[in-house]
């Protein structure tokens, strides 16, 4: 979604008209760029919004202009700026991601994005030993020129921040303005002057569970590749790890004591595919070599067919709504349990594009939810 080059100058008006469609209910990376595309500007999108959302049980309402108002002052008295996904700044690597987001807000050194970058993620609880190997990690990798993207947690993200400052990207759950956890008040707000601090919530947003798992993906979407340093199963690390290997990305992990359960997530990791490291020079041979085709064989991104956006802006019916048929068959289809929109494609005969609208429609109207892998089901 993101882009590179010569871009047309944005617009305030269209750039608000962004932020406001971002924030409207119901709208999500995916269902942003459909629109994009199918409208060709936030305005037109945002006049079109009532219409398409008219699926739903109430009537459908973007969000309101004092709102984005509000957000745009806090954005400003913060020091922070916005990136939307087309502008030139945009990190190439993070716009190749299955829902990159549309836009984000920094504070700090932008051109960090464009340099090459190596995630680093681990335990909140880590052992001190761990926490000075991942210290040590990121002043090497550092050293060798690489930007390291850790979440500002406690644990390893703060000592992957601290060995690799200034060269470090902080990418957090909560809005740009808001310090979390608490006792990394002071390191946020050095990394925000030193090096880059990115968020995609709203300025005032205050981190929910929610939220890490979009954090995450951000974190994994701006690397070649990504260290696991200890971790424990079914930890926050994992996820990340699980998709940097769906977006094609190294997968590593430091191996670590089968005593210590803090250390048994990075090994499984190693028996799932991800290449054992022990030393900062092989992570910087691994990624120095990276052209898009890992080594690491862990979660690696399923085979789907390719779907331009802009096929949505030939459609033809009326206002850009699905047929009322069409939509029921696609619908008949769907359960709460996940499906790939593929096989919603070739089991309903319908074209890609109408498939796409017709779940576009669903989820303005609060009956769809959009899963990992390109997967979707209806609401709960």
Known sequence: MGG????????????????????????????????????????????????????????YRPALTDRIEREIEGVIAAGARYLFHDQPDYPPLLSAIESAPPIVTCRGRLELVNTPCVAMVGARNASAAACKLARDFAEELARAGFTVVSGLARGIDGAAHQGSLPKTIGVIASGIDIAYPPQHTDLQERIAKEGLLVAEQPPGTEPRGRHFPSRNRIIAGLASGTLVVEAAPKSGSLITARLAGEAGREVMAIPGSPLDTRSHGCNQLIRDGAVLVSDPSEVVELLESFIGAPRSQFRVAEERTAFDYEELSKLQWGEGKATGDEGDAVKRLMTTAPIAVDELIRQSGASAAAVHMVLLELELGGELERHAGGHVGLSG
């Open 4 to 59: 590179q080059g010569s871009q047309p100058v944005l617009s305030q008006e269209e750039a608000f008209a962004r932020i406001r469609l971002l924030r409207s209910p119901n709208i999500g990376p995916v269902s942003y760029a459909q629109l994009i595309a199918r409208f060709g500007n936030a305005q037109a999108a945002i006049e079109a919004l009532p219409d398409l959302g008219s699926r739903g049980k109430t009537p």
